[in-house]
Nanobody, 115 residues
Framework: QVQLVESGGGLVQAGGSLRLSCAAS????????MGWYRQAPGTQRELVAR???????NYADSVRGRFTISRDNARNTVSLQMNSLKPEDTASYYC?????????WGKGTLVTVSS
């Protein structure tokens, strides 16, 4: 059974930092592209960042320069370091793994940024 479990969400003041982690089980993360999406209430889920099998990365314009995605294939994890957080970053953040037309999702972790 494939599971993606996110952790690290919480409440932080604007300008602060959080580090999200996603632990994958039931798959070998090394053969999957991994990513983070987020969804705020009343909005569509949007891509935040993703990292390919070879380590290539891409980011949403709104987070580029503030967020960094990384992966540890030995530990089957992907992380998202979030710095200079803004109130508009408030959302539930979801980890995803995708390859060969198959897409797995975690249940999400809530990030709240207070002004």
């Amino acid at each position: 059974q494939v599971q993606l479990v996110e952790s690290g969400g919480g409440l932080v003041q604007a300008g602060g930092s959080l580090r999200l982690s996603c632990a994958a089980s039931g798959i070998s993360a090394s053969i999957y592209s991994m990513g983070w999406y987020r969804q705020a209430p009343g909005t569509q889920r949007e891509l935040v960042a993703r990292i390919g099998v070879g380590g290539s990365t891409n980011y949403a314009d709104s987070v580029r320069g503030r967020f960094t995605i990384s992966r540890d294939n030995a530990r089957n994890t992907v992380s998202l370091q979030m710095n200079s957080l803004k109130p508009e970053d408030t959302a539930s953040y979801y980890c995803t793994a995708f390859a060969g037309g198959v897409n797995y999702w975690g249940k999400g972790t809530l990030v709240t940024v207070s002004s």
